[in-house]
């Protein structure tokens, strides 16, 4: 059952875009971990701006396409801390792995095939 509608995760990918922007304030982020937040804000509000659902401007990417790049993405981010070498900074390694699952699971909850605009 998808519980989260295209409208729904439209406003939950402009939060993402937030809290990308304020972790490295937030969070007390610096150098390469701050940077991937500040990397990942602009991203992130591209796909958004340019996915075909209720949120996109552009509409050149598919609404299921959106939801691949998330399925990637979210593993990705769980991983990172890992493979760029700052797992030893426990706030930064908690923080992208906490953001990791949690892409996980609205990506498990969405509904991809739901009407688009």
Not at 45 to 59: A, C, M, Q, R, Y
Not at 92 to 105: R, S
Request: glycine share 8%; proline share 7%.
């Amino acid at each position: 059952m998808k519980l989260i509608s295209p409208r729904t995760h439209g406003y939950l990918d402009f939060l993402t875009v937030i809290l990308f922007l304020l972790a490295p304030t937030l969070f007390g982020l610096n150098q390469l971990p701050a940077l991937l937040a500040y990397s990942l804000a602009v991203v992130h509000l591209i796909v958004t701006l340019t996915s075909d659902f209720p949120f996109g401007i552009v509409k050149i990417i598919p609404f299921p396409i959106h939801g691949w790049i998330e399925r990637i993405v979210g593993p990705t981010l769980v991983a990172v801390p890992f493979i760029l070498g700052f797992a030893a900074d426990e706030i930064a390694c908690n923080f992208y792995i906490a953001v990791g699952v949690v892409i996980i699971a609205v990506g498990l909850l969405t509904d991809y095939q739901g009407k688009s605009s």
